[in-house]
């Protein structure tokens, strides 16, 4: 009775955010997919995208590591406050992005048959500080992966219309 315990001296957590009143490391990895998962994100549509992404990060203050499109979703890795809320972040990023990706191509909508871009859901998972730059090479290899599907794909396209294989090289 009365004992006390060992004091044990806690070592300070690299890479965290202090105020006067909090310290955090909040990182997320959120995924999102197109509306009905069609594969839209392609070399004019990425771009816009993932700019407006980056944009909204810095107004709003998110701390953004990677943003990358696949064919069909998006991958983004980001640090962000505890009085934001995920659901708040990731409306922010769809919805601008979105907006973003109509406004430069008035005729987004007619091609791609659709009037919105995203699905209404997303998946966000919480990362530690260890795993940032796994998630980081994860993403930037899912997005590698993406680029070449789209190239192959466009090659059978093409090949299946003309009649004879695109014979580019790989």
């Known amino acids: 009775v009365g004992a006390s315990l060992p004091r044990c001296r806690m070592k300070a957590p ?3 955010t202090v105020h006067a009143s909090a310290s955090y490391r909040l990182y997320l990895h959120l995924v999102w997919p197109t509306k009905y998962r069609k594969h839209v994100l ?3 549509l990425t771009p816009v995208v993932e700019s407006k992404i980056l944009e909204v990060c810095r107004t709003k203050q998110y701390q953004l590591f990677v943003v990358k499109a696949a064919v069909d979703h998006m991958h983004v890795l980001l640090g962000m406050r505890p009085t934001q809320a995920v659901s708040d972040v990731v409306r922010d990023l ?10 430069t191509f008035s005729r987004l909508s007619e091609i791609i048959k659709m009037d919105v871009l995203w699905a209404e859901g997303y998946r966000a998972e919480s990362v530690s500080p260890g795993e940032l730059e796994r998630v980081k090479r994860y993403i930037v290899s899912e997005a590698e992966s993406s680029r070449k599907f789209r190239l192959r794909l466009g090659r059978m ?3 299946s219309t003309t009649g004879r294989p695109d014979l580019r090289a790989k």
Not at 94 to 103: H, I
């Open 14 to 16: 690299r890479n965290k």
């Open 42 to 44: 392609g070399e004019k």
């Open 94 to 103: 769809k919805s601008n992005s979105s907006a973003a990706a109509f406004a």
């Open 157 to 159: 396209l093409n090949a």
